[in-house]
């Protein structure tokens, strides 16, 4: 393996950055001037990002050392296969997630929106310092970034439900990271006397020195346990709290940066903390294994009960999360391809179902399920692309999302975790009931009368309806969201589309990682 030393890793973290402080000194004076830092910030990173595929498909890593602190333990950066599939997802996702929030932000007439913008470009720029950091001490560093610069993204609507939830989601962020990753963290240090990340896992020769069992399995368990952002049971509920944040934000949260990281660094860590020959000996990858199938079945349970769409899509995500924690808990080739494609796969499917949810409150100030008998005659290209989401979400093909849940399932065969086959059977089945009867509903049943339903008090469920221009009077009126955010949304479905049909770049990068943790086998 050729490692090559490139300072690209570091402009792809600081360009939205830049992007920060130009929005900041921009300002509300020139909103147009300060969206398009934001347009050509996200531009450039997908850009860079995009050009260091080649090499990396080639076999080689990229590495750049920005500190050494002490011998093994430096703010460094590597960019590997794993990491430019996490780089290229949210990188890609942003620029469009950018031109729906300008949709969104103006038609809603956000408050704070040069806030809005600059926290967001902040909190893109941690996702990329996680996505290439080349051990536990940078992931740590830049995972509490994101934590810090989402959380007034969370309470942007500045009410008390909104300050409320913004207030868990920091509590449950960082106060279990401080308490329990912080400690993984060091014992890490203390056992392993480096933090840097190793295709056989840094604890790999742990054991062979002495350290016993049961020390193993308590780091293992405080690094899980601290790793809230998977939202992984019974470190969840900040998550449906925090939909009092704008669409664009849960968007971001659900799709793009905040669970995805959290995701991720659990995969970094079953792969390149403790490595799969160690998990497999102490059998801890069998205990996550079903500890993610429990979150994944009564996660999608509570979602049925949701009448709430932001609220349902949410307790969606804590199910669908746990796939990528069940598919590198098998240990199996299969099961780690699984894994990895459910990153990319969930994040497009995800990303579509809440910006409909946007775009139904902005052209139909709609939140609740119960109100949307019709809309798909009303709103065709919104619901067409709910569906998209949704049928990704089953795993039914012609769309993506069948297709990591069949690497999963064929995971769970190479490792002889046959129960598994009958969680995703479970799961899926729950999916489709509470997906399916949305999909029907909006395009088979009549508009209920406008004095039969009831507004929510937002999207956020915090403030009374927005006046908009897209509503023309009567139940025959609600035409589509504004273009700006109606185009991303098809743009993420038809994605979710490809993911089945061309899937083979990410599929080629989840195998290079699959080859180089378990060394080909």
Known sequence: MEIITSIKPILAIAVSLGAAVLILLTGEKARNLRETWTIIAATAKFLIVASMLPQILDGKVIEYTLVSIAPGLSVQFRVDALGIFFGLTASFLWIITSFYSIGYVRSSNENSQTRYFMCFAVALSATMGVAFSANMFTTFLFYEIITVCTFPLVGHKETPEALKGAKRYLTYLLGTSVAFQLLAVILTYHTAGTLDFSNQGIMSAARAR????????????????????????????????????????????HAVAVVKTGVFVAVKIVLHIFGVDLLRQLGLGTALAYFASFTIIVASVIALKQDNLKRRLAYSTVSQLSYVILGVALLSPSGITGSIMHIVIHAFGKITLFFTAGAIYIAAHKTEINQLDGIGKKMPFTMAAFTVGALSMIGIPPIGGFISKWYIAIGSIEAHELPVILVIMTSTILNACYFLPIVYAAFFKEPKPEHDTHHSHSDQMTSPPLTSPLVKGGNGGVHEAPAMMVVPLVLTAAGAIALFFAPSTFLELAKIVVSSVTGGN
Not at 226 to 238: D, E, L, N, Q, R
């Open 210 to 253: 002495g350290v016993s069992d049961a020390f193993l399995t308590v780091i293992f368990v405080l690094y899980m346990a601290g790793i809230t952002k998977a939202a992984m049971m019974p470190f969840h509920s900040w998550l449906p709290a925090a939909m009092v944040a704008p669409t664009p934000v849960s968007a971001l949260l």
